[in-house]
């Protein structure tokens, strides 16, 4: 497996008035090639435990391994760690800072080690992945639009060639197009690179057409953990929680209620459709 | 990381002192700081001990978060009671040397180091107990009067409760930046010197912009809600003695008459 999380708490603020305990006990495991949602309510601790993935936080107690070695291990190197794990950050284009596009995306590649030529090679490519062509290689990454601009930062942290992929909520404050266009690009790395995505999300839609699994997490505990199927059966608890299912499950689950005989694990518009026309047919 | 820095040190209990207004703590700080100058005798010292252990007491605030404030003080204190031990004149007690400590050089050394202490844990008590907007409100009532002399003393309590305001969510924002570019693989640990400061640039351009945005944001939601400067506003919350701030002032007019007193009394002892 890639990422395994064994008991894994953490606070901040230990001490203090402020103390807050943000994961409690929170055991995953997320294997090679695996397209996983996370998601949960604002403050429910997805942030916090993503930054663990790659180190940036340390677990105030439990293990957390990667490729079966224990991260919290004495002398492990955390920089190799965090070019194996990229992590995009809510609204990464704030963390832009170069004079062109070209050079802010050789930043990673360049920390990692790699010369100029193998720099440029990887930002070249990753700029490719996500959509940006060479027009835009010399041109200040302030002048661009917001959409524009947080490809950018994902092909930055794409460019250090990472083997699993976190990204946290990478289409907030998008229009439709710029979502759709970002979430099928990062379909697409899943598919042809084979690269394991953890995407943290709020939309429920994006969440049940693009992962195979879902990871609910709800006050610092990971409540559910499996197939988008399974886990919007739950749609009430997931009401609970301050989440919902997406609009066609309450579709699905009101026309079952009604008395249709219809499959209630659907979660997607398009297989909505396609039961619908069969129950039709009959 | 970062997150772990308690800023403007308020500590969100509740207690007679959370209370109060922060005028009356203002003044109060302003009393107590002032008796500790005029006191001379080591009755008057008690009595400015009992007055800052009840505020302590009062307060309901850990005593770790009151002294933490000393460590900022440690070398000053050290090198205050040090030079005030070896450099007073009078009667030697022990010599070393051309250095000795003479019976007047220990109690004014020993005063000395008491001086400085209450003066940083009460001035911590005011911090501890009032938020840097209460405290910002006080002073602009407080400082009133300056309007007058065309001081534009709203304006500069503004800015103040601006600026406070926005040292968490900076501080907030750096640990964000650091966070990301670490995911990029910056090293903001090692290095000489300038390679350090070289380091910093993908965190402080990112964090100007970010400073500049906010600011102009800022300026906009103000302007959109008719901020037009100190002139006829009022507040919400306006501050207002209650009868507890009456109590207060009447317990620092009694406490500021007791050390006073003691200084007519025994004029000198030492």
Known sequence: ?282 | MLKDITLGQYYPVDSILHKLDPRTKLFGTMVFIISLFIANDIWAYVIATVFLASAIKLSNVPLKFMVRGLKAIVFLLLISVSFNLFLTPGTAVVSLGFLKITKEGMIVAGFMGIRLIYLVVGSSIMTLTTTPNQLTDGLEKSLDFLNRFHVPVHEVSMMMSIALRFIPILVEETDKIMKAQMARGADFETGNLIQKAKNMIPLLVPLFISAFRRATDLAMAMEARCYRGGEGRTKMKPLKYGNQDRVTYLVYVLYLAAIIGLRILRVQIF
């Open chain 1, 1 to 282: 497996m890639a990422i395994k999380a064994e008991h894994i708490n953490y606070v901040y603020g230990k001490g203090t008035a402020f103390e807050q305990h943000a994961l409690k006990d929170v055991n995953l495991e997320i294997e090679a090639g695996e397209f996983v949602g996370l998601i949960g309510h604002t403050g429910s601790g997805k942030s916090t435990l993503i930054q663990h993935l790659n180190g940036l936080l340390r677990a105030t107690d439990g293990k957390l391994y990667y490729n079966g070695r224990n991260i919290y291990e004495e002398g492990y190197d955390m920089r190799a760690l965090r070019s194996h794990v990229g992590l995009v950050f809510q609204y990464p284009e704030h963390q832009l800072f170069e004079i062109d596009v070209f050079t802010d995306v050789c930043f990673g590649p360049k920390n990692q080690g790699l010369n100029k030529e193998e720099a440029a090679k990887r930002a070249k490519e990753a700029l490719t992945m996500v959509g940006l062509d060479e027009s835009y290689y010399k041109r200040s990454p302030f002048e661009l639009s917001g959409g524009q601009k947080r490809r950018v930062a994902i092909a930055g942290v794409l460019a250090m060639n990472p083997d699993v992929l976190i990204l946290d909520e990478p289409t907030a404050g998008l229009d439709p197009k710029g979502r759709d266009e970002i979430l099928d690009q990062i379909k697409r790395l899943h598919e042809e690179r084979n690269m394991t995505i953890i995407l943290v999300s709020h939309s429920m839609e994006d969440v049940a057409r693009y992962v195979d699994r879902i990871l609910v997490m709800n006050h610092g505990e990971k409540v559910f953990d499996d197939t988008p199927k399974e886990v919007f059966q739950h749609y009430k608890e997931l009401e609970a929680m301050g989440l919902a299912a997406p609009e066609i499950t309450y579709v699905v689950q009101t026309l079952k209620s009604h008395g249709v005989p219809i499959d209630t694990s659907i979660t997607t518009i398009e297989e909505a459709r396609d039961e619908i026309i069969r129950l039709l047919g009959k």
